[in-house]
């Protein structure tokens, strides 16, 4: 458990490439979404779930802050500047809701590397992933900046911060496998992800 770190969930992509509302998918017994967000609670006192529709995630857990985008613009970006607004602690941890493999080894090598920077952020296969990332509070204008703005797209935001580039052969040699970095966008994701399943999740 990490006394000052808050975790967000981002539920607020709308599954065009899916065909459905992923998150809502079964993954073996469990939703999808619900695997970031059991292990969010394991790690932090202070776990958010972010979403267009809150009310479809229903029953809430006790632990749990549901919140709905506080952005009209509905992007991962608003998801983001949300939960710098809302987050009671100073570091927080954005999880994808489709990124069921995400563990405690992750979330450790993420946070030795924040540092002196704003934020730390996983490079796998030379693809830069802010959606599994610790941010500090002190980018949320830089953020709003790029809002207002009307620029969306989070990597051209982050060509903007002073971010910690961890990268693939750092996580490798801590155990931990490109794997668990999946994310769900295509039904073939899922068949990827079920096979992959007994090996990642213990």
Same mark, same amino acid.
């Given at each position: ?23 809502? $998918? ?24 972010? #979403?267009?529709? %809150?009310?479809?995630? %229903? ?15 509905? #992007?991962? +970006? ?12 100073? *570091? ?11 563990? #405690? *080894? ?6 030795? #590397? ?12 030379? %693809? +830069? ?7 500090? %509070? ?9 809002? $207002?703005?009307?620029?969306?797209? +989070? ?14 052969? $750092? ?30 999740? *213990?």
């Amino acid at each position: 458990m990490y006394k000052d770190l808050s975790v967000a969930i981002l539920s607020g992509g709308k599954g065009r490439r899916f065909g459905c509302d992923k998150t809502l $998918t079964m993954l073996r017994d469990k939703p999808l979404y619900s695997y970031p967000l059991l292990f969010a609670q394991t790690i932090s006192d202070d776990v958010i779930f972010i #979403s267009r529709d %809150k009310d479809k995630y %229903k029953p809430f857990e006790n632990n749990v802050r549901y919140l709905e985008d506080d952005y009209e613009n509905q #992007s991962a +970006l608003a998801g983001v500047l949300t939960a710098l607004d809302r987050a009671k602690h100073d *570091k927080i941890l954005i999880i994808a809701a489709d990124m069921p493999f995400i563990n #405690s *080894k992750v979330v450790e090598i993420l946070m030795n #590397s924040l540092d002196r920077f704003d934020i730390a952020t996983p490079i796998i296969d030379n %693809k +830069l992933m802010p959606l599994i990332s610790i941010y500090n %509070k002190n980018v949320r204008e830089i953020f709003l900046n790029f809002y $207002t703005n009307k620029i969306y797209r +989070l990597n051209d935001v982050f060509n903007e911060l002073n971010y910690c580039a961890v990268y693939e052969s $750092t996580f490798n040699s801590a155990g931990v496998l490109n794997e668990q970095f999946i994310n769900i966008n295509r039904n073939e994701d899922l068949i990827v992800a079920e096979t992959v399943f007994d090996k990642l999740v *213990k």
